[in-house]
């Protein structure tokens, strides 16, 4: 090898090494997000950080977090059947509801991005993203135990008050609103 080959090489292996110390936990994040099991979310990033790497000389221009995020997308969108995700925060949503409220969402990415990246229409995202912002609101099914007794024991599972338990907010009970409000400590 000449001397530039291992030069472009070394340049190449620390430009790499300071760009997974940075995005690689933002990758893994997303990751996690679409595959809803850190087991396969680390060999999904793996996988991706590998082809990254290998295409590092190539991207010159382009920024490295984008082309590593839509190998990301990419190798989790073509993913054969049988490897579909299974549990996580996203586990009501099929797959491709997952690329898309995980793009829209958490990555920030702009409609006609992530219509162009899933090969969709931008109106089709839209609907998906509705569809599945929907289905993430709506309440889980009730879990197995009593029944409430009270109108506020229903209201605190349906998380009527997201505020602490027992149906206290977080504000912290009487005039803690006004303390919220005004930015005063307890």
């Known amino acids: 090898m000449g001397r530039r080959r291992v030069a472009a090489e070394t340049r190449r292996d620390a430009e790499f090494a300071a760009f997974t110390a940075g995005a690689a936990g933002r990758l893994l994040h997303t990751a996690t997000l679409l595959t809803g099991d850190p087991a396969q979310a680390e060999r999904l990033l793996t996988a991706t950080l590998a082809r990254t790497y290998a295409d590092w000389l190539r991207m010159r221009a382009e920024d490295p977090y984008d082309q590593a995020r839509a190998e990301l997308i990419r190798r989790f969108a073509y993913r054969p059947w049988w490897r579909r995700p299974r549990g996580g925060v996203l586990d009501r949503l099929t797959p491709q509801e997952r690329l898309v409220v995980t793009m829209r969402y958490f990555e920030g990415v702009a409609e006609e991005q992530t219509a162009a990246q899933l090969g969709l229409a931008a109106e089709r995202v839209r609907a998906i ?48 609103a006004h303390r919220a409000a005004h930015g005063v400590a307890r």
Do not use: F
Not at 129 to 138: E, G, I
Not at 151 to 158: L, Y
């Open 129 to 176: 993203a509705a569809r599945a912002t929907a289905t993430l609101r709506s309440r889980p099914p009730a879990g197995p135990g009593p029944a409430p007794r009270t109108v506020a024991e229903a209201r605190d599972r349906q998380g009527g008050d997201r505020g602490a338990p027992g149906g206290r907010s977080s504000t912290g009970g009487p005039g803690g």
